[in-house]
């Protein structure tokens, strides 16, 4: 619809009229010290005179500066950079079968969840885009107790054991003695590290995937990683894995794009999460499990308490039993998405822990980190992590400590208190651990189950499309090409020919080395100085599913335009039925349209009306939309292409091989730019489908064929062979 420019401004002023005079004499609304005291001066400090120096005794000001002095906590040691959300989970399919857990019985019960993204190198104000894992981390607030599952968007991990995690985390983090490089794993100690850890590489092949740079937070999966146990009301346990699988389907952006939406907007995904949710267009995701029983354990070729592991989907299909669903932004970011607090070891009855030694290491782990960052073991008492089930024992005291304790019993058992608080029958809702058998030597070592390191990241790599393998290579080059140590780049083109040769030859030719035979002794360093390393070499395992479908994103949803942001380029003299139509279309089916023009001034359409642009190319750029449309109008047309910046734009959404739609009336525009030539000469055909160009002079057939080019996301095989520069 076609803004006015007097009606906006007429209700920009209104407001303002309207809020004053309320906050004015709203009582609530006097500014106060912190106890209390109505503050009537906050411009100037209590002096000596009015050109005096400022007296120790202005204990307002002390205050004020004090507080502020403290404001920052120590960021988290890793996945500081976080966006969070409330929502809530909905179970379609109840389990009782595998678990007790109210939280995946009650079909009526609508549990309110937060949920933290985040990436995990770089500190709280690095971009959003830098090749990484993604944290996906849920709190379930169950009327058992909170449940949290603390996940990632890629379903394995670098190691095998937690006791390697600070290793990892130090090599990835900035180098130590010059703080560089941020958020970013291209650098020497991490694939130092990497190269000498085998048991990395199907992680690797995950991180350099296009899985690594989202195209949103709402568009990737999620994964418990780890194999966890569901008890039931008998007490059977089964293994079980969790997956998070977004509505919107998986889409990633290019490492081309990544790279530049970091300098364009480095709050990209949050600010993506943020107005989707202001909107009302609610991110989702189903909740699937992968169920194996207690007597299949040993079933697999690979160990199913290895995180460096997958269960093919092909083996153990995934049943998706609930839906979760975020739709309420936090009211303060500290307060929430910084305060709260996860925890792997959160659990619910039903719900159980595995030997996996990863898993074992982060029940320590997370407890402890949120006593150095939130400074007490109250942390549970703020309100991000109060659970909804009410909370009785006799833990006491404490900086900070929120709960006024009342009466004189604090101990357990006692007759003074009544007995309170008694302990729960596992029937009256008590947690049990698991009675695992255990019989074995207390030993540091690893079982030999976990000593295939390459089936599955073999599995991956070969699972790709043509186009994630190119990619997966080229981040390759990349990062290793960052690398300055000739030994680690060697090493690490060792381990990918022991993954695919297709893989590790053309990362070979690039950096110029030859693939040379592995040292002996070299390929595994997980041993202690006394052990055996014959012990410790990889397994030469073949995996018994050599391609997943699941594990490719060529194959995920692609029906649906909802919240995709489309960029139209126009200037004055546009046709106002060639964006009005367009943009009808495209919104009705949740699109988010931007009118981006030379400048922010109002443009005047042929019929009169005026566009207000939401941006300039000053103050936007092609990478930050998923497609770009060009209406037509004589002078728009001519205007932009003569505008070298249209003419970038157009370029580099070509190059990212996005959906790009023109009015037949504005080819002019498009035959400015490099990619021209390859334009389709007649409209509307199958073959300008498949390249993701459509020119047409119909503007309904014309949205029409542009949003299935959008809802295909990217046209990744025009990539390579028609390579534009931008
Ligand atoms: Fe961790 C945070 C996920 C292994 C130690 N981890 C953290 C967060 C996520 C994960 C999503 C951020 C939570 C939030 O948003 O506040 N971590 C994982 C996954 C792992 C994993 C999926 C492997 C499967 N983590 C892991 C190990 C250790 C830790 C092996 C230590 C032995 N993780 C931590 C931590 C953090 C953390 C240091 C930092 C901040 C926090 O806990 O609350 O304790």
New binding site residues.
């Given amino acids: 619809m076609p803004t006015k420019k007097s009606g906006n401004e007429e209700s920009e002023s209104k407001k303002i009229i309207d809020i004053e005079p309320q906050k004015k004499y709203d009582e609530d609304q006097f500014l106060t010290t912190n106890h209390g005291l109505r503050i009537n001066d906050n411009q100037h400090s209590l002096k000596t005179g009015e050109r005096g120096g400022t007296l120790i005794e202005d204990f307002i000001l002390r205050e004020k500066i004090h507080h502020f002095d403290h404001e920052r906590i120590p960021e988290?040691?890793?996945?500081?950079r976080?966006s969070?959300a409330h929502g809530y989970f909905e179970l379609f399919k109840p389990i009782g079968q595998y678990t007790k857990a109210r939280l995946f019985n009650e079909k009526a019960v609508r549990t309110p969840v937060f949920v933290?993204?985040?990436t995990?190198a770089g500190s709280r104000g690095s971009t959003d885009l830098a090749r990484d894992?993604?944290?996906?981390?849920v709190k379930f607030y169950t009327s058992e107790g909170n449940y949290d599952l603390?996940?990632?968007n890629?379903p394995?991990?670098f190691?095998q054991?937690?006791?390697?995690?600070?290793d990892?985390?130090h090599a990835v983090k900035p180098e130590p003695h010059n703080e560089i490089p941020q958020a970013a794993s291209a650098h020497d100690t991490f694939w130092d590290f990497i190269s000498l850890m085998p048991e990395s590489m199907h992680m690797i092949m995950w991180v350099m995937s296009d899985r690594a740079i989202p195209r949103s937070l709402r568009m990737m999966e999620g994964?418990?990683?780890?194999t966890f146990r569901l008890i039931n009301d008998a007490g059977e346990s089964h293994f079980v894995k969790f997956h998070w699988k977004p509505v919107l389907g998986v889409h990633s952006v290019a490492w081309d794009e990544a790279q530049k939406i970091s300098g364009k907007n480095s709050d990209f995904h949050r600010q993506d999460l943020w107005e989707a949710i202001e909107s009302g267009a609610f991110p989702e995701w189903e909740l699937g499990v992968q169920i194996v029983p207690e007597a299949d354990e040993h079933k697999f070729d690979f160990d199913l308490l290895d995180?460096t592991k997958i269960i093919p989907e092909e083996l153990v299909p995934v049943q998706i039993i609930g839906k979760m669903t975020l739709n309420k932004n936090p009211d303060n970011f500290f307060a929430e998405?910084e305060q709260?607090?996860?925890?792997?070891g959160h659990l619910i009855p039903g719900i159980d822990i595995t030997n996996?030694p990863?898993?074992q290491?982060?029940l320590?782990?997370?407890?402890?980190?949120?006593l150095s960052?939130l400074g007490s073991h109250n942390f549970q008492e703020l309100p991000i992590n109060r659970p909804v089930a009410p909370v009785h024992n006799n833990q006491r005291d404490g900086h900070m400590r929120h709960t006024i304790n009342t009466g004189r019993v604090s101990y357990e058992p006692n007759s003074l208190g009544g007995g309170c608080p008694f302990q729960a029958k596992a029937k009256e809702g008590g947690f049990t651990s698991f009675p695992e058998l255990i019989e074995s030597n207390k030993i540091r070592s690893r079982s030999k189950s976990f000593l295939d390191h390459f089936s599955q990241a073999r599995l991956f790599f070969n699972s790709q499309s043509d186009a994630e393998k190119n990619h997966l290579i080229d981040a390759l080059c990349f990062e290793l090409g960052k690398v300055e140590t000739p030994a680690i780049r060697k090493r690490m083109v060792h381990l990918l020919s022991y993954v695919e040769m297709s893989l590790a030859a053309p990362v070979a030719v690039y950096l110029g080395i030859d693939i040379l035979p592995v040292p002996e002794g070299y390929l595994n360093r997980s041993f202690g100085a006394d052990a055996n390393p014959e012990d410790f070499q990889p397994l030469p395992v073949k995996s018994s599913v050599e391609i997943s479908d699941a594990l490719s994103m060529a194959n995920t949803i692609k029906n649906s335009i909802l919240t995709r942001r489309i960029a139209f380029l126009f200037a004055d003299g546009v046709d106002q039925n060639s964006v009005d139509s367009v943009k009808s279309i495209l919104e009705a089916q949740g699109a988010v349209v931007d009118f981006v023009a030379p400048r922010l001034s109002p443009v005047s359409s042929d019929s009169g009306v005026e566009y207000i642009p939401n941006k300039s190319f000053l103050t936007t750029a092609s990478v930050l939309y998923d497609a770009v449309y060009i209406p037509g109008g004589l002078n728009s047309v001519a205007t932009l292409a003569a505008e070298p910046d249209a003419i970038h734009f157009l370029n580099e959404a070509f190059k990212h091989c996005k959906a790009i739609a023109a009015d037949g009336a504005a080819v002019q525009v498009l035959q400015e730019t490099y990619f021209a030539k390859k334009l389709p000469k007649t409209s509307g055909k199958e073959e300008a489908m498949e390249k993701g160009i459509i020119i047409g002079d119909d503007p309904g057939q014309l949205a029409n064929l542009f949003t299935k080019a959008i809802a295909n996301h990217r046209f990744w095989d025009r990539e390579k062979p028609e390579k534009v520069p931008a």
């Fill in positions: 988290r040691i890793v996945h500081a976080g969070a933290r993204f985040s995990v894992v993604r944290g996906f981390a603390v996940g990632n890629i394995v991990f190691i054991d937690a006791i390697k995690f600070p990892l985390i994964f418990g990683v780890h995180a998405t709260v607090a996860f925890n792997p996996d990863l898993l290491g982060r320590f782990s997370y407890s402890d980190t949120q960052r």
